[in-house]
């Protein structure tokens, strides 16, 4: 995936200028954000990977999904023995709903039973099994529980098979009868739910907005992110947004032993710098309402999303480090930098930029 990544920006953002005004960056930051994302995309261009047996996967003949459950378990195994995982992996399931359950704990179960046999019971960390559209509590008591019978069967730690939550429909938000089951939802993982997920198209087709509409900033996203937000503040659960489903491609393929004319080729430029600046748009968006983690759908999307990570933390930087600087030197004083007050609630906000900065390597210590 780095690779087919890398390909894509050697192709359609070949150096920092380039790729800068496609996203709309100043010279001086796309010096600074190209570089960091070359380095990325050779380091470390996953950091968090799902196999998906939902959506993004369908509906199957058993023995077909049977077979696959088998071979992704199988090439976890090797990966880890190879030491060649992404920091974070997991399986994503189908929805615990009365026609899906049965064959989503049954994925679960020939994918773990296959995993531990081959590791002899270690479990790779940052191990996630990830639940979709969950409309009530009883959908993750039920998984919590066949997690527990897992754990017990194959002399697992209690507790070792971690979970995240989808946010895809409007009952996980207020349910029938008025109530805020999100919590509750967390707690009858008993302790497992590590992450809650937004799901865009899910959630919003759930709200009735018509496709055209469908988008990652729409006002019904924002609403559900914050309701999260609130919801599970203390919790320890990361959240995380959804998925730009534009995807950075261009329309025209050439035909085997035969050429793109000039004009298609424009076309494929133009429209994966379109679909670039859209991606970087969602991923900035995301950050300013502070949701820190996004999904990304196809690797020529990774580009955009470090460009979009790296430049939000690197133009903050100068006046995050002043008004920073300023209120410590004032000993916790409320202070005024420029036109801005500064007290302590944004003085915490000072000091989040930075640990998130350092954390994803927009800056160094």
Known sequence: ????????????????????????????VSRKVYDRVVEKLKREPVEDFRIDFEDGYGNRPDEEEDGHAVAAATEVAKGLQDGALPPFIGIRVKTYSNELAA?????????????????????PDGFF?????????????????????????KKLAPGSLKVEIMVETTQHIIDYHGVAPMRAIVEALEGRCVAAHLGTYDYTASCSITAAHQKMSHPACDFAKNFMQVTLAGTGVMLSDGATNIMPVGPHRAVPGAQLTPQQDRENVEAVRRAWKLHFDDARHSLETGIYQ????????????????????????????????????????????????????????????????????????
């Open 294 to 365: 996004g999904w990304d759908l196809h690797p020529a999307q990774l580009p955009s999303r470090y460009a979009a990570v790296y430049s939000f933390f690197i133009e903050g930087l100068p006046q995050a480090t002043a008004r920073l600087k300023n209120f410590i030197d004032k000993a916790a004083q409320a202070t005024l930098v420029g036109d801005v007050f500064d007290d302590a609630a944004t003085g915490q906000g000072l000091l989040n930029y930075f640990l998130r900065a350092r954390s994803c390597s927009a800056i160094t210590e």
């Open 129 to 153: 099994i990830t639940l979709p559209k969950i409309v009530h509590p009883g959908q993750a008591a039920a998984l919590a529980k066949l997690l527990s019978a897992f754990e017990r069967k």
């Open 103 to 123: 064959r989503s704990a049954r994925t679960m179960d020939i994918f773990l039973t296959t995993l531990v046999r081959l590791t002899k019971g270690k479990l």
């Open 1 to 28: 995936l780095g690779e087919m990544a890398l390909r894509a920006l050697s192709r359609y953002g070949p150096d920092a200028l380039t790729f800068g005004r496609a996203l709309g960056l100043t010279e001086d």
